[in-house]
Protein backbone atom coordinates (compact mmCIF):
# COMPACT_ATOMS: atom_id res chain seq x y z
CA UNK A 1 0.00 0.00 0.00
CA UNK A 2 1.14 3.12 -1.18
CA UNK A 3 1.00 5.99 1.77
CA UNK A 4 1.10 9.72 1.53
CA UNK A 5 2.38 12.77 4.27
CA UNK A 6 -0.37 13.77 6.36
CA UNK A 7 0.02 17.53 6.09
CA UNK A 8 3.44 18.57 7.35
CA UNK A 9 3.09 15.79 10.24
CA UNK A 10 5.96 13.54 9.24
CA UNK A 11 3.58 10.64 9.75
CA UNK A 12 2.58 8.64 6.51
CA UNK A 13 -0.81 7.51 6.12
CA UNK A 14 -2.07 5.04 3.56
CA UNK A 15 -3.66 6.68 0.67
CA UNK A 16 -6.49 4.25 1.11
CA UNK A 17 -8.32 4.17 3.89
CA UNK A 18 -11.50 2.08 5.50
CA UNK A 19 -14.73 4.31 5.88
CA UNK A 20 -17.13 3.87 8.72
CA UNK A 21 -19.83 5.33 8.14
CA UNK A 22 -23.02 3.03 7.19
CA UNK A 23 -20.46 0.70 8.32
CA UNK A 24 -22.49 -2.65 8.88
CA UNK A 25 -19.50 -5.20 8.33
CA UNK A 26 -18.46 -6.52 11.70
CA UNK A 27 -14.26 -6.78 12.27
CA UNK A 28 -13.59 -9.11 9.73
CA UNK A 29 -13.24 -6.60 6.84
CA UNK A 30 -11.98 -3.65 8.81
CA UNK A 31 -8.61 -6.41 10.04
CA UNK A 32 -8.90 -7.50 6.11
CA UNK A 33 -8.19 -3.70 5.39
CA UNK A 34 -5.56 -3.47 8.22
CA UNK A 35 -3.51 -6.56 6.96
CA UNK A 36 -3.85 -5.39 3.38
CA UNK A 37 -2.19 -2.20 4.68
CA UNK A 38 -5.15 0.48 4.65
CA UNK A 39 -4.36 0.64 8.62
CA UNK A 40 -6.16 3.81 8.30
CA UNK A 41 -10.11 4.00 9.96
CA UNK A 42 -11.84 6.73 9.20
CA UNK A 43 -14.96 7.28 11.94
CA UNK A 44 -17.42 9.63 13.95
CA UNK A 45 -19.20 10.03 17.23
CA UNK A 46 -22.34 10.46 14.94
CA UNK A 47 -21.78 7.05 12.41
CA UNK A 48 -22.02 4.66 15.40
CA UNK A 49 -19.61 2.87 14.86
CA UNK A 50 -16.81 3.76 17.36
CA UNK A 51 -17.35 0.25 18.80
CA UNK A 52 -16.83 -1.75 16.11
CA UNK A 53 -13.55 0.18 15.08
CA UNK A 54 -12.50 -0.27 18.28
CA UNK A 55 -13.41 -3.69 18.40
CA UNK A 56 -11.58 -4.66 15.16
CA UNK A 57 -8.16 -3.16 16.30
CA UNK A 58 -8.42 -4.85 19.38
CA UNK A 59 -4.56 -6.66 19.73
CA UNK A 60 -3.33 -4.00 16.89
CA UNK A 61 -3.62 -1.01 17.90
CA UNK A 62 -0.18 0.41 17.32
CA UNK A 63 -0.89 -0.69 13.48
CA UNK A 64 -3.83 1.78 13.46
CA UNK A 65 -4.20 5.21 12.37
CA UNK A 66 -7.54 5.94 14.25
CA UNK A 67 -9.36 9.05 12.83
CA UNK A 68 -12.75 10.05 14.11
CA UNK A 69 -15.21 13.03 14.47
CA UNK A 70 -16.93 15.58 16.55
CA UNK A 71 -20.05 16.49 15.65
CA UNK A 72 -20.97 20.13 14.18
CA UNK A 73 -23.39 20.28 16.78
CA UNK A 74 -21.07 19.77 19.86
CA UNK A 75 -18.42 22.48 18.81
CA UNK A 76 -18.63 24.68 22.00
CA UNK A 77 -15.35 24.10 24.62
CA UNK A 78 -16.64 21.66 26.82
CA UNK A 79 -18.73 20.13 24.08
CA UNK A 80 -15.74 18.85 22.27
CA UNK A 81 -14.02 17.39 25.12
CA UNK A 82 -16.65 15.77 26.27
CA UNK A 83 -17.45 14.33 22.77
CA UNK A 84 -13.88 13.53 22.75
CA UNK A 85 -13.68 11.62 25.79
CA UNK A 86 -16.87 9.62 24.93
CA UNK A 87 -15.32 8.65 21.64
CA UNK A 88 -12.04 7.49 23.53
CA UNK A 89 -14.29 5.16 25.77
CA UNK A 90 -16.38 3.64 22.66
CA UNK A 91 -12.86 3.24 20.76
CA UNK A 92 -11.36 1.92 23.75
CA UNK A 93 -8.34 3.81 23.23
CA UNK A 94 -6.25 6.43 25.16
CA UNK A 95 -5.59 8.78 21.83
CA UNK A 96 -7.62 9.40 18.76
CA UNK A 97 -4.76 9.55 16.14
CA UNK A 98 -6.49 12.57 14.06
CA UNK A 99 -9.92 14.49 15.71
CA UNK A 100 -11.70 16.38 12.97
CA UNK A 101 -14.16 18.89 13.41
CA UNK A 102 -17.20 17.13 11.19
CA UNK A 103 -18.51 20.62 10.17
CA UNK A 104 -18.30 24.27 10.45
CA UNK A 105 -20.54 25.46 13.16
CA UNK A 106 -23.01 28.35 12.34
CA UNK A 107 -23.04 29.06 15.75
CA UNK A 108 -20.06 28.58 17.79
CA UNK A 109 -17.12 30.29 16.84
CA UNK A 110 -14.39 28.52 15.00
CA UNK A 111 -11.36 30.14 17.95
CA UNK A 112 -13.04 28.55 20.83
CA UNK A 113 -13.72 24.66 19.14
CA UNK A 114 -9.78 25.22 18.28
CA UNK A 115 -9.38 25.98 21.57
CA UNK A 116 -10.66 22.69 22.89
CA UNK A 117 -9.20 20.86 19.96
CA UNK A 118 -5.55 22.67 20.88
CA UNK A 119 -6.39 21.65 24.48
CA UNK A 120 -6.84 18.14 23.75
CA UNK A 121 -3.64 17.54 21.56
CA UNK A 122 -1.68 19.27 24.66
CA UNK A 123 -3.48 16.49 26.92
CA UNK A 124 -2.25 13.41 24.64
CA UNK A 125 -6.31 12.40 23.98
CA UNK A 126 -5.77 13.62 19.89
CA UNK A 127 -2.54 13.60 18.04
CA UNK A 128 -3.44 15.67 14.92
CA UNK A 129 -6.07 18.04 14.66
CA UNK A 130 -8.44 17.75 11.26
CA UNK A 131 -11.25 19.32 10.16
CA UNK A 132 -13.88 18.15 7.34
CA UNK A 133 -16.51 19.90 4.60
CA UNK A 134 -14.85 23.23 5.47
CA UNK A 135 -14.48 25.73 2.99
CA UNK A 136 -11.64 27.74 1.47
CA UNK A 137 -12.75 30.37 3.98
CA UNK A 138 -13.37 28.39 6.81
CA UNK A 139 -10.09 26.65 6.45
CA UNK A 140 -8.21 29.80 6.66
CA UNK A 141 -10.68 31.17 9.33
CA UNK A 142 -9.61 27.85 11.76
CA UNK A 143 -6.21 27.94 10.69
CA UNK A 144 -5.88 31.84 11.70
CA UNK A 145 -7.12 30.62 15.49
CA UNK A 146 -4.47 27.76 15.94
CA UNK A 147 -2.24 28.87 18.36
CA UNK A 148 0.51 26.22 18.33
CA UNK A 149 -0.95 23.12 16.74
CA UNK A 150 -1.37 22.85 12.71
CA UNK A 151 -4.89 21.95 10.65
CA UNK A 152 -3.15 18.76 9.04
CA UNK A 153 -6.37 17.92 7.07
CA UNK A 154 -9.94 18.41 5.25
CA UNK A 155 -11.90 15.48 5.04
CA UNK A 156 -14.41 16.70 1.86
CA UNK A 157 -16.35 14.88 -1.16
CA UNK A 158 -14.31 14.51 -4.05
CA UNK A 159 -14.76 11.41 -6.44
CA UNK A 160 -14.75 11.84 -10.52
CA UNK A 161 -18.12 12.82 -10.27
CA UNK A 162 -17.97 16.10 -8.20
CA UNK A 163 -14.92 17.65 -8.33
CA UNK A 164 -15.86 20.76 -6.95
CA UNK A 165 -12.78 21.25 -4.60
CA UNK A 166 -10.39 21.34 -7.49
CA UNK A 167 -10.74 24.84 -8.22
CA UNK A 168 -9.86 26.38 -5.31
CA UNK A 169 -9.78 24.28 -1.93
CA UNK A 170 -7.43 21.13 -3.44
CA UNK A 171 -4.72 24.29 -4.56
CA UNK A 172 -4.93 26.06 -1.18
CA UNK A 173 -4.73 22.46 0.15
CA UNK A 174 -2.07 21.97 -1.55
CA UNK A 175 -0.27 25.20 -0.31
CA UNK A 176 -0.67 25.10 3.51
CA UNK A 177 0.34 21.13 3.69
CA UNK A 178 -3.32 20.01 4.20
CA UNK A 179 -3.96 16.52 3.25
CA UNK A 180 -7.16 16.11 1.75
CA UNK A 181 -8.80 12.71 2.69
CA UNK A 182 -11.47 12.42 0.08
CA UNK A 183 -14.71 11.23 1.27
CA UNK A 184 -17.36 9.30 -1.05
CA UNK A 185 -14.75 8.28 -2.96
CA UNK A 186 -16.44 5.72 -5.31
CA UNK A 187 -19.56 8.12 -5.15
CA UNK A 188 -21.53 6.19 -3.23
CA UNK A 189 -21.10 3.06 -4.88
CA UNK A 190 -22.30 4.25 -8.30
CA UNK A 191 -18.41 4.26 -9.91
CA UNK A 192 -17.81 1.11 -8.70
CA UNK A 193 -21.14 -0.51 -10.71
CA UNK A 194 -23.66 0.28 -8.34
CA UNK A 195 -26.94 1.13 -10.10
CA UNK A 196 -26.53 4.37 -11.40
CA UNK A 197 -23.23 3.94 -12.67
CA UNK A 198 -24.46 2.80 -16.20
CA UNK A 199 -26.30 6.03 -17.16
CA UNK A 200 -23.28 8.48 -15.62
CA UNK A 201 -21.53 10.37 -18.17
CA UNK A 202 -18.19 9.07 -18.29
CA UNK A 203 -18.79 5.55 -17.09
CA UNK A 204 -17.89 4.21 -20.39
CA UNK A 205 -14.32 5.26 -20.57
CA UNK A 206 -14.32 4.70 -16.68
CA UNK A 207 -15.17 0.80 -17.80
CA UNK A 208 -12.60 0.99 -20.78
CA UNK A 209 -9.97 2.33 -19.08
CA UNK A 210 -10.44 -0.78 -16.29
CA UNK A 211 -10.00 -2.91 -18.87
CA UNK A 212 -6.71 -1.77 -20.03
CA UNK A 213 -5.16 -1.80 -16.71
CA UNK A 214 -6.81 -5.23 -15.92
CA UNK A 215 -8.42 -3.37 -12.99
CA UNK A 216 -12.00 -3.02 -11.80
CA UNK A 217 -13.78 0.18 -11.83
CA UNK A 218 -14.50 0.59 -8.67
CA UNK A 219 -9.86 0.79 -8.46
CA UNK A 220 -9.54 2.68 -11.30
CA UNK A 221 -11.75 5.34 -9.94
CA UNK A 222 -9.94 5.43 -6.39
CA UNK A 223 -7.08 5.70 -8.14
CA UNK A 224 -7.89 8.75 -9.64
CA UNK A 225 -8.51 10.43 -6.56
CA UNK A 226 -5.02 9.07 -4.85
CA UNK A 227 -3.54 10.41 -8.36
CA UNK A 228 -3.53 13.76 -7.24
CA UNK A 229 -0.76 15.01 -4.92
CA UNK A 230 -1.77 15.61 -1.51
CA UNK A 231 -5.25 13.47 -1.77
CA UNK A 232 -5.65 10.03 0.29
CA UNK A 233 -9.25 8.00 -0.04
CA UNK A 234 -11.56 6.62 2.56
CA UNK A 235 -13.79 4.08 0.95
CA UNK A 236 -16.23 2.12 3.17
CA UNK A 237 -17.19 -1.46 2.12
CA UNK A 238 -18.76 -4.03 4.27
CA UNK A 239 -17.48 -6.88 2.40
CA UNK A 240 -13.94 -8.31 2.85
CA UNK A 241 -13.87 -8.98 -0.78
CA UNK A 242 -14.79 -5.53 -1.84
CA UNK A 243 -12.42 -4.29 0.91
CA UNK A 244 -9.69 -6.04 -1.02
CA UNK A 245 -10.81 -4.92 -4.13
CA UNK A 246 -10.63 -1.72 -3.21
CA UNK A 247 -7.25 -1.92 -1.40
CA UNK A 248 -5.78 -3.09 -4.71
CA UNK A 249 -6.48 0.60 -5.86
CA UNK A 250 -3.30 1.41 -4.36
CA UNK A 251 0.65 0.14 -5.90
CA UNK A 252 0.28 1.44 -9.25
CA UNK A 253 -0.77 4.53 -11.09
CA UNK A 254 -2.99 5.96 -13.83
CA UNK A 255 -1.06 7.50 -16.40
CA UNK A 256 -1.21 11.62 -16.62
CA UNK A 257 -3.00 10.46 -19.77
CA UNK A 258 -5.56 8.36 -18.56
CA UNK A 259 -5.95 10.31 -15.69
CA UNK A 260 -6.45 13.18 -18.38
CA UNK A 261 -9.11 11.14 -20.32
CA UNK A 262 -10.90 10.76 -17.38
CA UNK A 263 -10.91 14.25 -16.31
CA UNK A 264 -12.42 14.65 -19.97
CA UNK A 265 -14.88 12.12 -19.66
CA UNK A 266 -16.39 13.14 -16.60
CA UNK A 267 -16.15 17.03 -16.93
N1 LIG B 1 -16.92 13.84 6.61
C1 LIG B 1 -18.09 13.64 6.08
O1 LIG B 1 -19.01 14.49 6.14
C2 LIG B 1 -18.34 12.35 5.37
C3 LIG B 1 -19.50 12.17 4.57
C4 LIG B 1 -19.66 10.95 3.92
C5 LIG B 1 -18.70 9.95 4.07
N2 LIG B 1 -17.60 10.16 4.87
C6 LIG B 1 -16.56 9.12 5.06
O2 LIG B 1 -16.20 8.56 3.80
C7 LIG B 1 -16.42 7.15 3.81
C8 LIG B 1 -16.78 6.65 2.44
O3 LIG B 1 -17.86 7.36 1.89
P1 LIG B 1 -19.29 6.73 1.60
O4 LIG B 1 -19.53 5.58 2.47
O5 LIG B 1 -20.24 7.87 1.61
O6 LIG B 1 -19.23 6.29 0.07
P2 LIG B 1 -18.29 5.39 -0.86
O7 LIG B 1 -17.13 4.86 -0.13
O8 LIG B 1 -18.08 6.20 -2.10
O9 LIG B 1 -19.27 4.21 -1.26
C9 LIG B 1 -19.71 3.25 -0.35
C10 LIG B 1 -20.69 2.36 -1.10
O10 LIG B 1 -20.02 1.70 -2.16
C11 LIG B 1 -20.10 0.29 -2.03
N3 LIG B 1 -18.78 -0.24 -2.40
C12 LIG B 1 -17.60 -0.05 -1.76
N4 LIG B 1 -16.61 -0.67 -2.42
C13 LIG B 1 -17.17 -1.25 -3.49
C14 LIG B 1 -16.67 -2.04 -4.56
N5 LIG B 1 -15.36 -2.31 -4.67
N6 LIG B 1 -17.55 -2.51 -5.50
C15 LIG B 1 -18.88 -2.23 -5.42
N7 LIG B 1 -19.41 -1.47 -4.43
C16 LIG B 1 -18.57 -0.99 -3.48
C17 LIG B 1 -20.44 0.05 -0.58
O11 LIG B 1 -21.20 -1.12 -0.45
P3 LIG B 1 -20.70 -2.34 0.48
O12 LIG B 1 -20.45 -1.80 1.84
O13 LIG B 1 -21.84 -3.29 0.40
O14 LIG B 1 -19.45 -2.88 -0.17
C18 LIG B 1 -21.27 1.27 -0.24
O15 LIG B 1 -22.61 1.07 -0.68
C19 LIG B 1 -17.50 7.00 4.88
O16 LIG B 1 -17.60 5.67 5.33
C20 LIG B 1 -17.03 7.97 5.92
O17 LIG B 1 -15.96 7.42 6.68
C21 LIG B 1 -17.41 11.35 5.50
Redesign the pocket.
Known sequence: MKTKPLGGTGVDVPEI?????????GIA?LRHGIELGANLI???EM?RTEDVVGEAVRGMRDRVFIAS?VSGDHLGYDQVLRAADASLRRLDIDTIDLY?V??PSRSTPVAETMRAMETLADTGRIRYIGV??FSTDELDEARSAMNHHPIVSN???Y?LRRREIERTLMPYCLRHDVTV??????????????PGLFAAKGARTLQEIAGEYGK????VALNWCTGHEGVI???????I???E??CGASDWRLSDEDMARLDRAFA
Open positions: GLGAWQYRGPDTAYKQHWSNQVLNIAYTPLDSGRLAGKTPAQAIPKSDSKRTEN
